[in-house]
């Protein structure tokens, strides 16, 4: 059994900045882990995700150059950096894991965390 648990949303102003974590107990590697997020009224997006090796880095077009995704394997935790936020990043943040090579579907994704929350004022 695997739990994940995402922390470090809150409230910051337009161009502000956030660090989400993602942190599982149980087996964690080597798996893909990615990052979601759902806005009020939207359907599930993809954010980013990264691979166990921390080779292989994947980004939504919204987001790339804002946010960057990191992992610390021996920590059990993957990070997700986010700068220059806009208001239309506000959404619930979640983190998955993976074991497909399609990283950017949310079905091909077994464990999720219960998300955390991110508000972005304008």
């Known amino acids: 059994q695997v739990e994940l648990v995402e922390s470090g949303g809150g409230l910051v102003q337009a161009g502000g900045s956030l660090r989400l974590s993602c942190a599982a107990s149980g087996r964690f590697s080597p798996y893909t882990v990615g990052w979601f997020r759902r806005a009020p009224g939207k359907e599930r997006e993809f954010v980013a995700a990264i691979s166990w090796s921390g080779g292989s880095l994947y980004y939504a077009d919204s987001v790339k150059g804002r946010f960057t995704i990191s992992r610390d394997n021996a920590k059990n935790t993957v990070y997700l950096q986010m700068n220059s936020l806009k208001p239309e990043d506000t959404a619930v943040y979640y983190c998955?894991?993976?074991?497909?090579?399609?990283?950017?579907?949310?079905?091909?994704?077994?464990?999720w965390g219960q998300g955390t929350q991110v508000t972005v004022s304008s």
């Open positions: 998955a894991r993976t074991t497909n090579t399609v990283v950017k579907d949310t079905k091909y994704y077994d464990y």
